[in-house]
Nanobody
């Protein structure tokens, strides 16, 4: 079983950057599908970026070209580099792990990102 802990959230002005981290423990997650999700205030949770076990990535249209998902297997850590942040990126961000196919078994507790205009 994998435990996930996010960090790196904060408050930035529009146009700024943040890097979120998701430290995994309890299992080696290199064979898992990993993802970043977000939930804006008053809205549902949405997928932001997914990294498959084969290394392929996918992104929500709203973040393509601005966000990059990556992982460091040696550190068992997943990252989300967020550049050119916009106020609409304001949300609680969660990382998740699963076996693939859009099934997510484990979730972190979330880290807040607030972007001011």
């Amino acid at each position: 079983q994998v435990q996930l802990v996010e960090s790196g959230g904060g408050s930035v002005q529009a146009g700024g950057s943040l890097r979120l981290s998701c430290a995994a423990s309890g299992a080696t997650y290199s064979s898992y599908q990993m993802g970043w999700f977000r939930q804006p205030p008053g809205k549902g949770r949405e997928a932001v970026a997914v990294l498959d076990s084969d290394g392929s990535t996918s992104y929500a249209d709203s973040v393509k070209g601005r966000f990059t998902i990556s992982k460091d297997n040696a550190k068992n850590t997943l990252y989300l580099q967020m550049n050119t942040l916009k106020p609409e990126d304001t949300a609680m961000y969660y990382c998740a792990a699963g076996p693939g196919g859009g099934t997510w078994y484990e979730w972190g507790q979330g880290t807040q990102v607030t972007v001011s205009s």
